[in-house]
Nanobody, 115 residues
């Protein structure tokens, strides 16, 4: 079993930056992909970015060039650096891990972009 805990959300002005972190614990050796999803009010959860173990990151078109996902395997942590934030980036951001256990989710962290 794998547990995920996100942190780093908050309120930021348009054009600002935030960095989200997600720490994994438990059977971390069984994790392959780690990624981020988000869900805005009244909308379905959507994929933002993912990074496979030992592989290259992938991004949704809506965040490409603004967001960067990275992974520190030594710290069992995945990060999402978000720059040039827009009001439409406002959402609850969820960390996701996929491995031999299936798929696990964190509890989510709120990101609000507003002036």
């Amino acid at each position: 079993q794998v547990q995920l805990v996100e942190s780093g959300g908050g309120l930021v002005q348009p054009g600002g930056s935030l960095r989200l972190s997600c720490v994994a614990s438990g059977s971390i050796f069984s994790i392959n992909n780690m990624g981020w999803f988000r869900q805005a009010p009244g909308k379905q959860r959507e994929w933002v970015a993912f990074i496979p173990s030992g592989g290259s990151p992938n991004y949704a078109d809506s965040v490409k060039g603004r967001f960067t996902i990275s992974r520190n395997n030594g710290k069992n942590t995945v990060y999402l650096q978000m720059n040039s934030l827009k009001p439409e980036d406002t959402a609850v951001y969820y960390c996701n891990a996929i491995g031999t256990f299936g798929s696990m989710w964190g509890q989510g962290t709120q990101v609000t972009v507003s002036s």
